[in-house]
């Protein structure tokens, strides 16, 4: 079993919709969440840091913890056909340590017109 | 435009040879690093270097070598060794390795090399 597990879709939705985007993580130490967004053919791009348990929101981005669950979700707000990318989970332990980032495999979101 | 640029965008490579991925910032971050991205796989981590002349195996350097002789660069070469090299290569920096916010800074990532091995 993955450390992080993210269903990597294709999930497609007309634009204006409100998407969620999940993540499930196995260990309890994980503490550093983060949600990277990633063009085809391009790197990923950091969208939201949140430590810990809670909401953090940023325009129309929101994510959300739930470390009770260990479950961590992105939601877009009024989805645009330029938020159509991929969506990495990644997640730490350690202090916010980079080389100890554990990702998701990535969701593909399709925001049709 | 500071950022991270990778060279080349896509690659070709026979069995047996050496290929050698460019990586190059300007942002002056102290901490640069290799994944290997696969469809259905999470990001994984080849090596990281958090300061020049010393760099660090992730967890899965077999069949990689890089080197850290400046700042700026942090090259990855792909050896024969290497059992299935095909694959999305990115490259990536920040202030520091260790740490968040402002002190140490997001991840930047550049746009990636493809490598094929025919």
């Known amino acids: 079993q993955k450390e992080v597990e993210q269903d990597p879709g294709p999930l497609s939705v007309p634009e204006g919709a409100i998407v969620s985007l999940n993540c499930t993580y196995s260990n309890s130490a994980f503490q550093y969440f983060m949600w990277y967004r990633q063009y085809s053919r391009k790197g990923p791009e950091l969208l939201m840091y949140?430590?810990?348990?809670g909401n953090k929101e940023d325009g129309r981005f929101t994510a959300q913890v739930d470390k009770s669950s260990k479950y961590i979700s992105l939601f877009i707000r009024d989805s645009q056909p330029s938020d159509s990318a991929t969506y990495l989970c990644a997640m730490s332990a350690v202090a916010g340590t980079a080389s100890k980032l554990t990702f998701g495999t990535g969701t593909r979101l399709q925001v049709t017109l | 435009d500071g950022g991270i640029t990778q060279s080349p965008k896509y690659l070709f490579r026979k069995e047996g040879q050496n290929v050698t991925l460019s990586c190059e910032q300007n942002l002056n971050h102290d901490a640069m690093y290799w994944y290997r991205q696969d469809p259905g796989q999470g990001l994984r981590l080849i090596y990281y270097?958090?300061?020049?002349?010393?760099?660090q195996k992730g967890d899965i350097a077999e069949g990689y070598s890089v080197s850290r002789e400046k700042k700026e660069s942090f090259p990855l070469t792909v050896t024969s060794a290497q059992k299935n090299p095909t694959a999305f290569y990115l490259c990536?920096?920040?202030?520091?390795?260790?740490?968040?916010?402002?002190?140490?800074?997001?991840?930047?990532f550049g746009e990636g090399s493809r490598l094929t091995v025919l």
């Open positions: 990536a920096s920040r202030w520091a390795d260790r740490g968040m916010g402002a002190g140490a800074g997001e991840l930047f």
């Open positions: 949140t430590y810990s348990s």
């Open positions: 270097s958090q300061i020049v002349n010393d760099f």
